[in-house]
């Protein structure tokens, strides 16, 4: 069965910095493209970033420059390093698998919420 | 604004049909697959469709997805209370090397 558990959400200042982690189980971890996914409150889905098979990452333009995706595939855990943290990146974060295609999420976790407010 | 474009809302009554469009460009829906995504109330989202048309396993016919051009659609058959939720398109965009989104579109039983 497949699994993604994301933990590190918490209450930060702006200005301030926050790893997030999603394990993941049950799926052969670097056979698949993974992606952070978040949700402001009340709003729609906006893609974070991405992390492909080979190790290439992309990043929405409002993170470029701030976040950055990596992975640990010894620990199949998927991680998102966010700096220079604003009012407005505050949203639930999920971490989300792809199916065959980048944009084809086919697993996702619960989320983690991540609040950025002084 | 979205990259790609949805009504904000839907409506129908039980047993009847709705469906969700969404438009994009050459660079993105016009390029690569669309796949669509439901999220109930308070849940995180879930797989509807892949690769344009593709169910997965376990996601009922009465849901299926088509695309012409640089648009997409997502038709929802003998609609039930429980397809309340808010439905969404996503796809690669080649121009900006990121996956894009459409707004949402609200589904509600009447």
């Known amino acids: 069965e497949v699994q993604l558990l994301e933990s590190g959400g918490d209450l930060v200042q702006p200005g301030g910095s926050l790893r997030l982690s999603c394990a993941a189980s049950?799926?052969?971890?670097?056979?698949?493209?993974m992606s952070w996914v978040r949700q402001a409150p009340g709003k729609g889905l906006e893609w974070v970033s991405a992390?492909?098979?080979?190790?290439?990452?992309y990043y929405a333009g409002s993170v470029r420059g701030r976040f950055a995706i990596s992975r640990d595939i010894s620990k199949n855990t998927l991680y998102l390093q966010m700096n220079s943290l604003r009012a407005e990146d505050t949203a639930v974060y999920y971490c989300?698998?792809?199916?065959?295609?980048?944009?084809?999420?086919?697993?996702w976790g619960q989320g983690t919420l991540v609040t950025v407010s002084s | 604004q979205s990259v790609l474009t949805q009504p904000p809302s839907v409506s129908a009554a039980p047993g009847q049909k709705v469906t969700i469009s969404c438009s994009g460009s050459?660079?993105?829906?016009?390029?690569?697959?669309v796949s669509w995504c439901q999220q109930l109330p308070g849940t995180a989202p879930k797989l509807l469709i892949s690769?344009?048309?593709k169910r997965p396993s376990g996601i009922p016919d009465r849901f299926s997805g088509s695309k012409s051009g640089t648009s997409a659609t997502l038709a929802i058959t003998g609609l039930q209370t429980g397809d309340e939720a808010d439905y969404y398109c996503?796809?690669?965009?080649?121009?900006?090397?990121?996956?894009?989104f459409g707004g949402g579109t609200k589904v509600t039983v009447l």
């Open positions: 996503g796809t690669w965009d080649n121009n900006l090397n990121a996956v894009v």
């Open positions: 690769d344009n048309n």
């Open positions: 050459s660079s993105n829906i016009g390029s690569n697959s």
């Open positions: 049950g799926f052969t971890f670097s056979a698949h493209a």
């Open positions: 992390i492909i098979i080979s190790g290439n990452t």
């Open positions: 989300a698998k792809a199916a065959r295609f980048t944009s084809d999420f086919d697993y």
